[in-house]
Nanobody, 125 residues
Framework: QEQLMEAGGGSVQAGGSLRLSCAAS????????MYWFRQSPGKEREGVAS???????TYADSVKGRATISQDGAKNTLYLQMNSLKPEDSATYYC???????????????????WGQGTLVTVSS
């Protein structure tokens, strides 16, 4: 059973940067799409970025140009670099493993079969 553990969240001022990480353990299989989602209180979980097994990345319009999803060479750790952070980026960020090699667009939580516990990002103005 795969397990995911996010880290790197915190409080930052608008315009700042954070690098979130997602460490995989257990019965890891590198041949699945990986996702970052986020969820704010009272809002639905929304997709932020995806990375498929061919290293093709996609981003939500809200973060495009400010976010970079990547993975280490062993594919055990997923990253999300967020720059020029805005207060509306405040949310709990979750990484997830998809059901397939290809990523699903539009993003939907049902496309994720394993979730991490989340890491909180707070951006102050």
């Amino acid at each position: 059973q795969e397990q995911l553990m996010e880290a790197g969240g915190g409080s930052v001022q608008a315009g700042g940067s954070l690098r979130l990480s997602c460490a995989a353990s257990g019965n890891t299989n590198i041949n699945y799409c990986m996702y970052w989602f986020r969820q704010s209180p009272g809002k639905e979980r929304e997709g932020v970025a995806s990375l498929d097994v061919d290293a093709i990345t996609t981003y939500a319009d809200s973060v495009k140009g400010r976010a970079t999803i990547s993975q280490d060479g062993a594919k055990n750790t997923l990253y999300l670099q967020m720059n020029s952070l805005k207060p509306e980026d405040s949310a709990t960020y979750y990484c997830g493993v998809g059901w397939d090699r290809a990523c699903v667009r539009p993003y939907m939580p049902g496309a994720v079969r394993v979730w991490g516990q989340g890491t909180l990002v707070t951006v102050s103005s």
